[in-house]
């Protein structure tokens, strides 16, 4: 198992007149990967990834929280030459940032 949390600070300027001029802030984000035997032959295997970012300053951007959950299974045979793998990514079909800026005129635009 191998944890992580990260806590970081973004500023971003620019100098172009028609986007907003700055953006800060803080923001967190957590993961965790988890791997498992799951017989004593050592041939059956499974892990489960799964990793969160809270609402951050992205440049000159602001984005929505999202995250993603992955699972996958291995199986060795035939005196662990072959190996099948099935896996899945994004199984929540929570990876979906959102990302929102404005311009100068106060223009929101989202993406």
Do not use: C, H
């Amino acid at each position: 198992m191998t944890n992580s949390i990260y806590l970081y600070y973004l500023k971003a300027t620019s100098t172009i007149p028609e986007v907003k001029a700055e953006n800060k802030g803080f923001t967190t984000y957590l993961s965790s990967n988890n791997s498992f035997i799951l017989n004593t032959n050592k041939t059956v295997f499974a892990s489960i990834n799964y990793w969160y970012q809270f609402p951050e300053a992205s440049d000159l951007d602001n984005a929505n929280a999202y995250s993603q959950l992955d699972i996958s299974f291995k199986v060795l045979s035939l005196n662990k030459r072959w190996i099948l793998n099935i896996s899945g990514s994004d199984i929540l079909k929570t990876n979906r940032p959102t990302y929102i800026s404005y311009n100068s005129n106060n223009i929101k635009n989202d993406f």
